[in-house]
């Protein structure tokens, strides 16, 4: 099955510098690449996603850049906030999964004020 | 907007006793799933579902069992609750395409469950 590496794990940043999370992954089939944001004791929800005809895609603060060829994609967020403190997971997954997606460990990312 | 329900936030619970964790979504949604996180784990898949009555093995479903017997109802269920089950328990939903495109999962507020 699909295997998705997520780093780093923890990530700090002071408040208006940037982020940066990385994910490879391993089947060459995936074609959706959800980021998910979860704050501390919510449930997670979809912040941004990607399909494999398109390399990147933004949406305010955060974009999100696929490399087919490498198998790797990457959360990008400027500008940072205190809110944007949460975990971040990756996820990939192709048709044939019925829907499953294969999720990365999770990074937390803390912004300092 | 899609609602995600999950019987109960906070659970606890004696080693051996048989637990039911209960998930329900009210968007018509063909596939469910359950998973746990863990610290440092991420979210683990236990098991999900496709269909009405149909059920598939996630990564982890050893000591755990399923049952879908109406679309916007998935339970999970621990037929012998153990202290390594202590966890937090997450269900999701999402739509089936007829192109089988994979599409958002959404999220229920999670059971947090505790064996003593």
């Known amino acids: 099955g699909e295997n998705v590496e997520q780093h780093p794990s923890t990530l700090s940043v002071q408040e208006g510098d940037s982020a940066v999370i990385k994910c490879t992954y391993s089947?060459?089939?995936?074609?959706?690449f959800p980021w998910y944001k979860q704050e501390l004791g919510k449930r997670p929800q979809l912040i941004i996603d990607i399909r494999s005809n398109v390399g990147e895609k933004k949406d305010q603060r955060i974009a999100v850049t696929l490399n087919k060829t490498a198998k790797h994609f990457s959360l990008h967020i400027t500008e940072t906030q205190p809110e944007d403190s949460a975990v971040y997971f990756c996820?990939?997954?192709?048709?044939?999964?019925?829907?499953?997606?294969?999720f990365g460990r999770g990074t937390q990312l803390t912004v300092w004020p | 907007d899609v609602k995600v329900t999950q019987s109960s936030r906070y659970l606890v619970k004696r080693t051996g006793e048989k637990v039911f964790l209960e998930c329900v979504q009210d968007m018509d949604h063909e596939n469910m799933f359950w998973y746990r996180q863990d610290p440092g784990l991420g979210l683990r898949l236990i098991y999900f579902s496709y269909d009405v009555k149909m059920k598939e093995k996630g990564d982890i479903p050893e000591g755990y069992s399923v049952s879908r017997e109406k679309k916007e109802r998935f339970s999970l269920i621990l037929e012998s609750a153990s202290t390594n089950q202590t966890s937090m328990y997450l269900c999701?939903?999402?739509?089936?395409?007829?192109?089988?495109?994979?599409?958002?999962?959404?999220f229920g507020p999670g059971t947090r469950l505790l064996v003593l």
């Open positions: 996820a990939a997954s192709r048709g044939s999964t019925l829907g499953r997606l294969y």
């Open positions: 999701a939903s999402s739509l089936l395409t007829l192109r089988l495109t994979p599409e958002t999962q959404y």
């Open positions: 089947d060459s089939a995936s074609n959706y």
